[in-house]
């Protein structure tokens, strides 16, 4: 078969499938408007929020411990010590520690929810579940109900796992036509597992999830890469799952299909970076680029993603160098923080521009139905990332602090020293008062003993 004819009859295929689902799938829509609809996303899978540099999770290690030391009692210092261990990649000490927290405090929502975040982090699955079901039962709705979505996730993670070991992607199907991934469709991503879920809760028998009930979903997870790990292929991978389907609303397929294509950068298995690729071009196979209905190519995708990462990494990395900066300096690195990041960075406004039917040719590579899949490779779960500290950040924090106790440590000697001469000045204050009562006293004595002896007749 010549050239020619490989390329028409691919494109009388895509014209076909075109033709099928073009009444109730194939719409155009822009990045600006998903973003409207769900804020954050696309900052998230960049990289470009809020965060906190491996430097700073060290110092606040240093200064919890120190606070600790003279106020155990102050419950909220286990909280902030133990996350700063879990993100330095110590998940051990981050669990002891809210254990020991449980024993002073006693049953606390924020204790079993942070347990069961580090649970996860450490591999222990199931010992995740049981904290955030206590935590669960002390406040259902806390943190915008991110933790029953955790939770949900937890089960959807052990529901991939055979022998304790978990291949990535989670949801490995695919079908003949990428419009067939919808959810009505596939009952093995994430968003189908969530809608079992409600199904079970409410004993309804739904197609689609209520949007407020995939909104919070949304934010759940949204939530977990913020505080967890914006990097995890498993959330990028769920949360592509939720915004490719997003109930009545235009599925937000510029987000997602960029959720798919950033897991790909996240794993070393080529064959699972390339599954990845292509759950990217199935997303943007039914999106138009623009009102001319150009096509979208995941080519492109890739450029401005990469672009936009880029955009995250130099914004942390001036996030890294000023909180270096202020613990070099001896200012308290949580105001100056505030100080200066109290507003959010945005992404500028983003084009993906469309392509011809001739230029679609990488596109091609991922939409044909024998593109070789293979084996995966065992993936561990582990949603944590560990944030290397510099050995020369370590020197300089320690130094520092190792100064500011000296310092500590010389102002009490100096106040022990202080309080010890004016307990002697003290003493021999009070001795002289005495000496002198006792002297004032005799001298009475003897003057009313002559005034008696010389009355006498």
């Given amino acids: 078969m010549n050239q020619l004819l490989k390329y028409t009859l691919v494109l009388l295929i895509l014209g076909s499938v075109q033709l099928l689902f073009s009444s109730c799938l194939w719409d155009y829509d822009t990045l600006e408007m998903e973003r409207e609809q769900f804020p954050s996303a696309l900052e998230l899978i960049a990289g470009n929020f809020l965060r906190h540099s491996p430097a700073f999770y060290y110092w606040r290690v240093k200064d919890r411990t120190a606070k600790l030391k003279e106020n155990p009692k102050h ?22 520690l809210m254990h020991e927290k449980e024993e002073l405090e006693g049953p606390s929502y924020k204790t ?21 079901d206590q935590a669960l039962l002390l406040d259902t709705n806390a943190h915008f109900g991110r933790e029953i979505y955790q939770k949900y996730l937890v089960e959807y993670i052990l529901s991939k796992s055979k022998e304790g070991k978990i291949n990535l992607p989670l949801d490995a199907t695919f079908y003949k036509y990428p419009q067939n991934y919808y959810s009505t469709l596939n009952d093995n991503n994430f968003y189908s597992f969530l809608l079992e879920k409600h199904k079970e809760r409410t004993q309804k028998d739904v197609e689609k999830l209520p949007t407020d009930v995939l909104d919070k979903a949304l934010i759940g997870v949204l939530g977990m890469m913020r505080f967890a790990n914006y990097d995890s292929p498993i ?31 996240e794993v070393e298995d080529p064959k699972v970076q390339e599954i990845y690729k292509r759950r990217a071009a199935y997303v943007l196979f039914t999106q138009y680029a623009n009102e001319k209905k150009e096509l979208l190519d995941i080519q492109r995708l890739q450029a401005l993603l990469e672009e936009e990462i880029k955009i995250g990494q130099a914004f942390y990395e001036e996030i890294k160098s000023d909180e270096l900066s202020w613990i070099s300096a001896g200012e308290n690195v949580e105001e100056a923080y505030s100080k200066k990041y109290y507003t959010k960075p945005t992404l500028p406004k983003r084009t993906l521009e469309g392509v011809s039917q001739q230029e679609f040719a990488e596109m091609r590579k991922y939409l044909k139905g024998n593109y070789p899949l293979g084996a995966q490779l065992d993936y561990r779960p582990v949603l944590a990332y560990k944030l290397e500290v510099t050995p020369q950040e370590k020197t300089l924090i320690d130094s520092l602090f190792e100064r500011k106790l000296a310092l500590q440590l010389k102002k ?28 004032g006293t005799i001298i009475l004595l003897l003057i009313l003993f002559l005034l008696k002896k010389n009355s006498r007749p």
């Fill in 412 to 439: 009490k000697q100096e106040e022990q020293e202080i309080k010890q001469d004016s307990n002697t000045a003290k003493s021999s204050n009070t001795s002289l008062l005495l000496w002198g009562a006792v002297g």
């Fill in 75 to 96: 419950f909220d210092w286990y909280d902030d010590l133990a996350v700063a261990y879990s993100k330095l990649g110590e998940q051990k000490k981050a669990i002891q």
């Fill in 235 to 265: 959330l990028l991978e769920v949360l592509g799952d939720l915004l490719f389907n997003t109930g009545n609303r235009s599925a937000a397929r510029h987000l997602a299909a960029r959720a798919y294509l950033k897991a790909s950068y």
């Fill in 112 to 132: 079993y929810a942070n347990l069961g975040t580090f649970y996860i982090f450490d591999g222990n699955l199931e010992a995740a579940l049981k904290a955030i």
